[in-house]
């Protein structure tokens, strides 16, 4: 079955670190997507990507970075932690034909900047 | 800019009850796409019902329903009978030309036994 997948799960690092969130899906989306989940927030638009070798910023992308280098992955990157940015993430993936198609969404990773 | 509005925070009902959520939104697209997720305390983000702007025929799934108005920007979720595994944060979201979705703020709904 086709799926979502985030890595790590649970991440905790310091401060001024580098940290990369991993996302691989096999649905064959063009389209995927990554959100920060906080308390009050809902869900917020980081970066996104419409197909390979394109990116996009969302709301909240001071200090995130995403590549896209095939279809199936879309790293996040966090260049320098900030305490600021302890959240859960999520990736998500949509087909690309029209925009009617739900986004699916993997399990989320819980990122704390200590 | 696109907004979503889920005025209802948290919600909390005995087990049996019908419950609605409330979601409001306001976008300039006119063509859209609205969307409610559920959320269960395991975390993950599980898709319910997407409805295009076009289309304002409510929709029944089960005990689940919806109530799609554009006259007054709503597109409100009902649990009917409600029952404890209906515990989770619902999501109402909308997405237009650009693809992206914007969320609402969620509703936390407690069923309780």
């Known amino acids: 079955d086709a799926e979502i997948t985030q890595s790590p799960r649970h991440k905790i690092t310091e401060t001024g670190r580098q940290v990369t969130l991993a996302c691989h899906q096999t649905?064959?989306?063009?389209?995927m997507f990554w959100y920060r989940q906080d308390l009050g927030h809902g869900l917020r638009l980081i970066h996104y990507?419409?197909?390979?070798?394109?990116?996009n910023k969302g709301e909240v992308s001071d200090g995130y970075s995403v590549s896209r280098s095939n279809t199936e992955d879309l790293p996040l990157t966090l260049e320098s932690a900030a305490s600021s940015q302890t959240s859960v993430y999520f990736c998500?993936?949509?087909?690309?034909?029209?925009?009617?198609?739900?986004?699916?969404f993997g399990p989320g990773t819980r990122l704390t900047v200590t | 800019a696109q907004k979503v509005t889920q005025a209802q925070t948290e919600i909390s009902v005995v087990e049996k009850e019908d419950v609605t959520l409330d979601c409001v939104y306001e976008?300039?697209?006119?063509?859209?796409?609205l969307f409610w997720y559920k959320q269960p305390p395991s975390g993950e983000l599980v898709f319910l019902i997407r409805?295009?702007?076009?289309?304002?025929q409510n929709e029944i799934s089960g005990r689940y329903s919806w109530n799609f108005q554009k006259s007054t920007s709503s597109f409100n979720f009902t649990i009917t009978a409600s029952q404890v595994v209906d515990s989770a944060v619902y999501f109402c979201?909308?997405?237009?030309?650009?693809?992206?979705?914007?969320f609402g703020q969620g509703t936390r709904l407690t069923i309780n036994p």
């Open positions: 998500a993936s949509s087909e690309s034909i029209g925009y009617r198609h739900e986004q699916y």
């Open positions: 649905w064959n989306h063009n389209n």
């Open positions: 990507s419409y197909g390979v070798q394109d990116t």
């Open positions: 976008t300039r697209d006119t063509t859209y796409y």
């Open positions: 409805r295009n702007s076009f289309d304002e």
């Open positions: 979201a909308l997405t237009g030309g650009a693809q992206k979705l914007v």
